[in-house]
């Protein structure tokens, strides 16, 4: 793929936010963030050639091998082994702890939400099949993985529909989600990772899920107040999946609540990477374009 | 500049601006609630987030709420913008009423000795209308045209020439005036000209330039007693029974008729009131209390009946417009009736006993107020005849008596000293200038509006 002359200047994600629908969005972001690639981001393993059979009424023109029409004078279709091979899951945490936003910024959950349409958009094109799935502490919503057109439009409506409510229970979605793989698959996991027990049973269920050799990954959108980096006056603060348990204080004379959420996400990242998940942190203030592009770049220096 | 007719509103209102204020330091609010998924990371800190968390949006509502309150203060104390005036004036007023006509030539005179004197003094040549004349003391011509118009046709009214005071300085912009009046001084019972002139200048403010009166005096009832006057007061009911002819004595043992106001009247002061009673004196007893002997033969006894209200009418037909502190009650059987209120209520009885009158006013004729009010030496004139009864069909104390200043009324007048500066708003009658109240109320209650508003948009956030 050629890189544009120009790459179009990226918008945060409160502004990308205001564009429109998912579908425009993820357009959006799919556009910018291969705009500067020099290479297809990466290569969907669902389009494996599989043989030829004949032609039958209904199948798809764009099938038909013509070299082997013009050697043959019959018609062929050229079969591929996309359902026999990858499957993709988005998993969403849609749990009450995703519906918080920086002051003027956007939700975790609308972050997610554009990411997951971005990711899908790019693992259709590539050929993946993608499935889409949301929890909070049960899977509520399902939808499973497809490669045919028009399924990007039904993820993206599924998209759209998510709301944030319920507590964590991210490990239990994990199992369920991981049931639903019926062969090599990869799931990517959109959370906060703030769970009830430290997210033990959530690490525990990727890891089981990586040893059966799918492929894991954890996409982590935190907010700047969340990491203590956003100036934040006294207040009686209440976690949202636990607004009973008031905390009355001061982050801005707080030192060590940065430090702390820091090292609460470093040791999540370093029990995940121990288990072969791949953890990608984000920042909601960060453009969504250029934060795939630091993970294709990570991704692509780990290779 | 502005006036006030209630000033007291204006430190209440400063009193109750405090109370904002003291509220606004002392109140206190919980902080805020605020979601933060992170917040198990957080290290409690009570002290920090429990503290005093002040919004711009409450200096605002501060300042508002003061506001009010003071505009509201302001509001009642019944501001009136006044133009301002400054400066004291010479003014002379001369008399030309039909009792002047023997003096007349006399009086010109004396008005242009005044006038040479105070070269900007302006002169009131008043009847029953005023004319402001500037007069030049070296002006010969002038004087002569005054003099030779003689005097007019009909009695003077001191009145309207006191009130004319207050136009007479328009131009000058004077405050307050040094007042020479040349007449032949009568007292009609308190006319409402007089009110004026004792408000303001009770004691000694005008200058009084006396001229013989040039009118047949009516005669003077044959005064049939002597009087005293005990208790508060006494020097207006003094003046007031000098001006109608009855004899003031010292002596009240020797006195016959006796005026006691607001006076406590003890056992023993009653009892000999008692016995001067019973031996043929009248006794007039005005505010006060009565214990003892006299107050079993008081014709009065208090109830919660309500008083009388003004104008108090007494049965010969005299009026007194002004009357205070009423006492609630009702005559008791036998008394006679002297004067009722408008509402019909007693308002003074009498009752013989021996050979004497024991006269009740349920109210106080000791009070500046009433002193000064239209028709109180008629009504002492009345009280003072006691069990006697009205003379005749009787007429109202204004106007129609005409009798020369007697010696206490010209002392109490004129007083001890040189005139001295009069302000000349108490001439004005109902002040002028321009009434802000309604102004100020409605202006208070927009920024109650606006308080209301911004209050509860701050409940909101």
């Known amino acids: 793929?050629?890189?544009?002359?120009?790459?179009?200047?990226?918008?945060?994600?409160?502004?990308?936010?205001?564009?429109?629908?998912?579908?425009?969005?993820?357009?959006?972001?799919?556009?910018?963030?291969?705009?500067?690639?020099?290479?297809?981001p990466y290569r969907g393993s669902g389009r494996e050639f599989a043989g030829h059979r004949a032609y039958q009424q209904g199948d798809e023109l764009r099938h038909i091998d013509w070299r082997l029409f013009g050697r043959s004078d019959r018609f062929f279709v050229r079969e591929f082994r996309e359902d026999a091979n990858l499957q993709a899951y988005l998993l969403v945490d849609a749990t009450a702890s995703m519906d918080f936003g920086d002051a003027g910024g956007i939700t975790k959950l609308r972050y997610a939400q554009i990411l997951a349409a971005a990711l899908a958009h790019l693992m259709l094109a590539a050929g993946d099949a993608v499935g889409l799935a949301s929890f909070d502490e049960h899977v509520r919503m399902h939808a499973p993985p497809r490669s045919r057109r028009g399924h990007l439009h039904d993820l993206l409506l599924e998209l759209e529909r998510l709301r944030a409510h319920g507590n964590a229970g991210a490990g239990q979605a994990v199992e369920q989600v991981s049931a639903m793989l019926r062969r090599r698959g990869r799931l990517i996991l959109i959370t906060d990772l703030l769970e009830e027990d430290d997210g033990a049973a959530l690490i525990e269920a990727l890891g089981r899920l990586r040893a059966r050799g799918d492929e894991v990954i954890v996409v982590r959108p935190l907010t700047q107040a969340e990491q203590g980096l956003a100036r934040a006056g006294p207040r009686r603060f209440f976690d949202p999946e636990r607004p009973d348990r008031e905390v009355p204080a001061a982050p801005e004379s707080d030192p060590g609540f940065a430090r702390r959420v820091a090292i609460y996400y470093d040791a999540m990242g370093r029990k995940l990477r121990e288990r072969g998940v791949e953890y990608v942190p984000l920042s909601t203030g960060q453009p969504i374009e250029h934060a795939l592009r630091e993970w294709l770049a990570a991704r692509t220096a780990a290779a | 500049m502005l006036e006030f007719g209630r000033p007291a509103f204006l430190f209440a209102g400063a009193a109750l601006a405090l109370v904002p204020l003291l509220l606004h330091l002392i109140a206190r609010r919980p902080p805020e609630r605020s979601p933060l998924p992170t917040a198990r990371f957080l290290t409690p800190d009570t002290r920090t987030a429990l503290r005093i968390e002040r919004r711009p949006t409450d200096i605002l509502l501060l300042v508002l709420r003061t506001l009010f309150l003071l505009i509201l203060a302001?509001?009642?104390?019944?501001?009136?913008?006044?133009a301002a005036r400054t400066g004291t004036i010479e003014l002379i007023l001369l008399d030309r009423g039909r009792g002047m006509a023997g003096s007349w030539p006399e009086a010109v005179d004396s008005a242009r000795a005044l006038v040479a004197a105070a070269p900007d003094a302006r002169v009131l040549v008043f009847d029953t209308t005023v004319s402001t004349l500037r007069m030049d003391a070296d002006d010969d011509a002038a004087w002569n045209t005054?003099?030779?118009?003689?005097?007019?046709?009909?009695?003077?009214?001191?009145?309207?020439?006191?009130?004319?005071?207050?136009?007479?300085?328009?131009?000058?912009?004077?405050?307050?005036?040094?007042?020479?009046?040349?007449?032949?001084p009568r007292w009609g019972a308190w006319s409402e000209g007089t009110s004026l002139v004792r408000e303001s200048a009770w004691p000694g403010a005008i200058r009084l330039i006396e001229l013989p009166l040039d009118l047949p005096a009516s005669p003077l009832p044959a005064s049939p007693f002597t009087a005293s006057v005990l208790g508060a007061g006494t020097e207006y009911a003094s003046a007031a029974l000098d001006a109608i002819g009855v004899v003031l004595g010292s002596d009240t043992a020797t006195s016959d008729l006796l005026l006691v106001f607001d006076t406590l009247i003890s056992e023993a002061d009653g009892a000999s009131l008692l016995e001067r009673i019973r031996g043929g004196a009248t006794v007039i007893i005005a505010g006060g209390s009565v214990q003892g002997a006299l107050s079993e033969v008081l014709p009065w006894r208090s109830s919660d009946a309500p008083g009388a209200l003004p104008p108090v009418t007494f049965d010969d037909g005299a009026q007194l417009d002004d009357v205070v502190s009423m006492r609630p009650g009702t005559p008791l059987a036998g008394a006679a009736l002297i004067a009722a209120g408008a509402n019909g209520r007693a308002a003074a009885v009498s009752t013989t006993h021996g050979q004497g009158c024991l006269v009740f006013f349920a109210g106080s004729l000791a009070a500046r107020d009433v002193a000064l009010a239209r028709g109180y030496t008629a009504a002492l004139r009345r009280l003072a005849r006691g069990c006697a009864g009205p003379a005749g069909t009787g007429t109202r104390g204004s106007g129609t008596?005409?009798?020369?200043?007697?010696?206490?009324?010209?002392?109490?007048?004129?007083?001890?000293?040189?005139?001295?500066?009069?302000?000349?708003?108490?001439?004005?009658?109902?002040r002028s200038g321009r009434a802000l109240g309604r102004v100020l109320l409605a202006l208070?209650?927009?920024?109650?509006?606006?308080?209301?508003?911004?209050?509860?948009?701050?409940?909101?956030?």
Request: hydrophobic letters at 50%; aromatic letters at 6%.
């Open chain 2, 146 to 184: 005054l003099r030779s118009g003689g005097v007019a046709g009909v009695e003077s009214d001191y009145a309207d020439a006191f009130r004319a005071l207050a136009s007479a300085t328009d131009r000058t912009r004077a405050d307050s005036a040094r007042v020479s009046l040349i007449t032949a």
């Open chain 1, 1 to 40: 793929m050629k890189p544009r002359s120009a790459s179009p200047e990226l918008l945060p994600p409160q502004l990308l936010d205001r564009l429109g629908g998912l579908e425009i969005i993820a357009r959006t972001v799919v556009h910018g963030f291969v705009a500067g690639l020099h290479r297809a």
């Open chain 2, 401 to 430: 008596d005409v009798l020369p200043l007697d010696a206490a009324a010209r002392d109490v007048l004129s007083g001890p000293g040189l005139p001295r500066e009069v302000a000349l708003a108490a001439f004005e009658g109902e």
């Open chain 2, 74 to 82: 302001l509001g009642f104390a019944a501001p009136r913008w006044v």
């Open chain 2, 444 to 461: 208070a209650l927009a920024i109650a509006v606006v308080e209301t508003w911004f209050s509860h948009r701050r409940r909101r956030l």
